[in-house]
């Protein structure tokens, strides 16, 4: 099992930053791929980006490129997603989650965390 506790949501100004994060437990993550998705109220699960723990390889939705920043921490299984000059429509909840040996952009994944907030108004 894998344990995943996020962080780091709020309220922000559209422009403004905000950095995420996600403390992983349990169990070594360095046969996981590492993703971070987001919903917001009547939509689906959307990909933002993910990382392949071991070898650090990252993907991004055309959403978040340029934008948001995927990162990880080995020495305490902690992943982030810096996100900056954010809209309106980044508005939803994220959720961090890990899937055995490999990456997709289909919510298809082992273990979740249980999310967080993220709200852009000014």
């Known amino acids: 099992q894998v344990q995943l506790v996020e962080s780091g949501g709020g309220l922000v100004q559209p422009g403004g930053s905000l950095r995420l994060s996600c403390a992983a437990s349990?169990?070594?993550?360095?046969?996981?791929?590492m993703t971070w998705f987001r919903q917001a109220p009547g939509k689906e699960r959307a990909f933002v980006a993910g990382?392949?723990?071991?070898?650090?390889?990252?993907d991004y939705a055309d959403s978040a490129q340029g934008r948001f920043t995927i990162s990880k921490d080995n020495a305490t299984s902690t992943l982030y997603l810096q996100m900056s000059s954010l809209k309106p429509e980044d508005a939803a909840v994220y959720y961090c989650?890990?899937?055995?040996?490999?990456?997709?952009?289909?919510?298809?994944?082992?273990?979740w965390g249980q999310g967080t907030q993220v709200t852009v108004s000014s």
């Open positions: 989650a890990a899937r055995r040996g490999s990456l997709t952009r289909a919510p298809q994944y082992d273990f």
């Open positions: 349990g169990r070594s993550l360095s046969n996981y791929g």
């Open positions: 990382v392949l723990w071991s070898r650090g390889y990252t």
